[in-house]
């Protein structure tokens, strides 16, 4: 194959962004292939090796909508100066070669938003000019003669854009998300010890964890609400502007001396590891990162159906799927886990079933699809 020019889109790099933790190992996943590697962002954090090309593209912005405007424009006009092989965009930003859908269907996400606001905020929700912006992007892109092909994270974010937009199922491959399981490891009981210590949590307590910043939609308030009536810790390792309210569920709730806030950390395998269980009742999420992050660390995982990372999920086995909202059902999967995971079978098979998920098979597929791409331009 010759080599080739490869753009990736992404408007700005966050470390706890689970998006840019895709691209950033895509990119080092991709960093053995004989192709040259172009970033195109407002703002790179990330990563850097001398062989790539970080293109900084920050036109002026006043407001969301012209930020998002603004970006699509100044990329757009800059991968077309360029004439790249290929540009894969993790904006929704008509034009591109290629999409990867990580943030899933926006309606989707505010259709399940809506199921936990009342009616006036609903109205006002889905009337909103940012989200109407996104909606239209998307379609807009979805149905651009430039579309070749869609990388999606789950088999529910492929169905949902086969449906919603009619692009061919052809068109759409599921890639997931790569995991270091090398470095996600289950701990010694030495080491389990010595972090609950650490962190001041109670050594024999049955904890599970929930990792994610934006606490509404990652589920939050269902989390507390499911452990309150038993003797489980709940972990929280994320941030929100609303964090107090959430304290204040648990003191009405009589469980705030086992929720226990952590705020967000850089380094995120220790609260794993001194845990029994992963508890993210997401509203919607297309395949979140700590799902393999928390597996591969041997940690059973209570998710929901509006998760992607549900595919993962064998019920009774590994983990289990209820709805977001559910609350009863969520209670009584916590209960079902295993009060210590280290050693249990559920952690062991949590554990197995992501051991395929590696960069080189990452690496592998999408250059695959990038070789179909351009096969066919």
Known sequence: MNKYRLAIVRQKYRPDGGAERFVSRALEALDAQDLELNVITREWDGPVKPEWHIHICNPMKWGRISRERGFAHAARKLWQAEQFDLVQSHERIPGCDLYRAGDGVHSRWLEQRCRILPAWQQKRLL????????????????????????????????????????????????????????????????????????????????????????????????????????????????????????????????????????????????FYQMADGLLLPTLYDPF?????EAMACGLPVITSTGCGGAEFIEQGINGYVCDALDVSALSQAVMALPSCALGSDPALRARERIMGCTSERLSTELVAFYQALLEKK
């Open 288 to 292: 979140p990162n700590v799902i393999l």
């Open 127 to 270: 009337n909103d000019r940012y989200h109407r912006y996104v909606i239209g992007a998307e379609k807009e892109m979805y149905l651009a003669s430039e579309l070749r092909g869609v990388i999606c994270n789950s088999e529910m974010v492929k169905r949902e854009i086969a449906e919603d937009f009619g692009i061919s199922e052809n068109k759409i491959r599921v890639i997931y998300n790569a995991i270091d399981s090398q470095r996600f490891l289950p701990p010694s009981e030495e080491a389990l010890q010595a972090l609950r210590q650490q962190w001041h949590i109670p050594e024999k307590a049955s904890c599970l964890i929930f990792v994610g910043s934006g606490f509404e939609r990652k589920g939050l308030s269902a989390a507390i609400q499911a452990i309150a009536p038993t003797d489980r810790h709940l972990l929280v390792v994320g941030k929100d502007k609303d964090q107090p309210r959430y304290q204040q569920l648990a003191k009405a709730l009589g469980c705030e001396a086992r929720v226990h806030f952590f705020g967000v950390q850089q380094e995120t395998l220790p």
